[in-house]
């Protein structure tokens, strides 16, 4: 059925930015944010939802580049403050 909506420029901006990242619609877009907000105030706030399925949507959404930045971060930092220990030692 066709239903029309005056929406915010800065709004239209945001929702055409999702589509385009995302290749779809604008419609398609707005269709599944309505389908989420009504099923979410249909069965209440977060009803029966653990908080895994409340984040389910953003996980795995971000790609680092393929560097693993965490690997051995401990071992980083530990070898940065000797470093620096050392520098102010050596004043």
Request: with cysteine; charged share 25%; aromatic share 4%.
């Amino acid at each position: 059925m066709p239903f029309s909506i005056r929406l915010e420029q800065d709004m239209v901006n945001q929702l055409t930015g999702i589509a385009v990242r995302s290749h779809r619609r604008v419609s398609d877009v707005v269709k599944e944010a309505l389908e989420i907000y009504v099923a979410g105030h249909a069965l209440g706030p977060s009803a029966g939802q653990t908080p895994y399925d409340r984040m389910a949507h953003l996980i795995g959404c971000v790609d680092g580049g393929g560097v693993t930045r965490s690997v051995d971060t401990g071992k980083l930092v530990s070898a940065m403050l000797k470093e620096r220990d050392r520098a102010r030692r050596a004043r």
